[in-house]
């Protein structure tokens, strides 16, 4: 055990922040008015916890590692923080209410799951603040008609525009990541939001992860995957409507061209 902090547990992806000039920085990122509530995913020691706390009087923390909660609350001293000793993947966002400003280190084997739980929990998540793998945070910021572009960037871009704030290097992880790590920030846009009818979130993500499923192929191979000779002629002439592009693979398109494409396929497919 280090002389400050617990012995990281592997299956749990635990590097804890070190830097309390990252950590600050972190903490600096969160924009949150007085009705709203600042939630931290994955506190470990409190390294942006204290930041946060002193900050937000709506200060709520969710942690599953319930070893550690002695050393956070420790660290933590008195104050109106709230803990949720809890996976956040089973964790019930919406009994915290509106507007939720999330911010957190995520383990890099389920920062993609934890993306994906805070965002289709929007409008209700106003921020998302995480720290990822810089390849990761890379991939959710790539514009169309890159090899960047993935499932993970449209998914991420429908709900608003995500920026890299700043990168961090190993050393200020202890233990020492082989990675290098990145904050990336976006805020939940409710026009982009209300592009697509809630009911139809679902369909749509299967839809884009199903284009992506396939990369080496065209997207009208992807998407016609197991269907017949005529629902490709269909992808491929929907395709060229909103791509100009029959030969147009996943990664050239927007989220934009995703959308307009679900919907031309919805209404002549889908029904």
């Known amino acids: 055990m280090n002389n400050k902090y617990p012995k990281p547990k592997k299956k749990l992806c635990q590097n804890f922040l070190i830097s309390p000039y990252y950590a600050k920085k972190i903490a600096s990122l969160v924009k949150s008015s007085d009705d709203s509530k600042v939630i931290e995913i994955g506190p470990g020691t409190g390294a942006v916890s204290k930041y946060l706390k002193d900050a937000y009087p709506r200060f709520h923390m969710i942690e599953m590692d319930q070893d550690i909660v002695p050393i956070l609350k420790k660290n933590l001293g008195k104050g109106k923080w709230t803990l949720h000793v809890d996976n956040i993947l089973d964790f019930d966002l919406k009994q915290l209410g509106s507007p939720l400003h999330i911010v957190g280190n995520l383990p890099y084997n389920i920062a993609a799951m934890i993306i994906k739980k805070t965002l289709l929990n929007c409008p209700d998540t106003a921020s998302i603040t995480f720290m990822v793998q810089r390849e990761v945070a890379e991939r959710i910021i790539a514009k169309p008609q890159t090899k960047l572009n993935s499932f993970l960037s449209i998914f991420c871009q429908f709900f608003g525009i995500p920026k890299i704030a700043f990168h961090l290097p190993t050393g200020v992880f202890f233990p020492k990541p082989n990675v290098e790590s990145s904050v990336f920030q976006l805020f939940c846009n409710s026009t982009s939001i209300k592009s697509l009818p809630r009911k139809d979130w679902n369909n749509f993500f299967d839809f884009v992860s199903q284009g992506f499923s396939k990369r080496r192929k065209t997207l009208a191979n ?18 060229t409507i909103h791509t100009k592009n029959p030969k147009a693979r996943p990664e050239d398109l927007s989220v934009q061209n995703w959308l307009d494409l679900y919907q031309s396929v919805k209404e002549l497919i889908i029904k």
């Open 222 to 239: 992807a998407l016609s995957w197991n269907s017949n000779s005529k629902s490709k002629l269909v992808y491929e002439k929907c395709i």
